[in-house]
């Protein structure tokens, strides 16, 4: 009879909300896989989170410079892996960092140039030019500072004592980064299911409403205070505000990504993780949350 009930339950189910109920599960089931790995490189850092964030951008440009060659434009990607892999490059050397990056920086204007006056289409050139340069200043500058905000202490085990785990201060602040974001999308997401009425941006972003924010706010204020009060020593009322300030920064690095899928008429940036989309709607939020909690942390060093 239970059986009979819930095919009968499914039967009556709309299409939509089959697709709904599908999307969810895969949330779920890529979430799980990918959270583990991702966790697995924050404890070892150095270079293998150089590349692991060296992945992740490269992943990001591919898809952006896929949904701007459909839209008609043509930026150089091997100019914009190279500023990527630049800022990323600069983050593992913090006493050279700032000669790293007036160097290459200063080539890759002028080498821009140079390919500039190859072309022999000049119409939109000037586009394509920003265009090349935006994008590593999105992804790559962005993912730059995962490696700042990790430092380069290692993490320990104490075996003889039960295990026990000391994790460097770099470590807790990129899992209050990574922890508020995440949590702050899962809320957000079932938040506005269930409660969403009043739509946010509904030109840019027309799923994303107010209910959900809040939602994904509270739960980013827990991760905040859970992760930094007691092994950051912070001061409970400022985990407030950086919980609050994580939920805000990645309300607007998702609809900085909505905005340049709406101005590229796609719907997902790609189909990398199913039921997320592509890389960049994974990490999107974390984009701009990530300049959050570094600034944050440079008050409680």
Known sequence: MQGTSKQNNNAGATEPE?????SVGQRWLTAGIAMPVVLLFVWFGGWWAFLACLAVAVLGTIELHTMLLKAGYRPLIWMSYGLSILFLSSAMFPPQRLLILQIGL?????????WLFTRKQLEGTMVDWALTLAVPMYLGWSMSYFLLLRGYEVGSLHPMSGWWVTLPRGVWWLLVTLLGVWGFDAAAFFAGRYFGRHKMAPHISPAKTWEGVAGGLLLSIIASLILTVIPLGVPWYFAIILGLLIGTAATLGDLAESLIKRQMHVKDSGQFMPGHGGMLDRIDSLLFAVFVVY???LFFM
């Not at 200063?106 to 140079?114: D, E, K, N, T, Y």
Request: with cysteine; proline share 0%; aromatic share 12%.
């Open 106 to 114: 200063g080539a890759s204007v002028v080498l821009s140039f140079c």
């Open 295 to 297: 600034l944050f942390s």
């Open 18 to 22: 089959k697709k709904a109920n599908a």
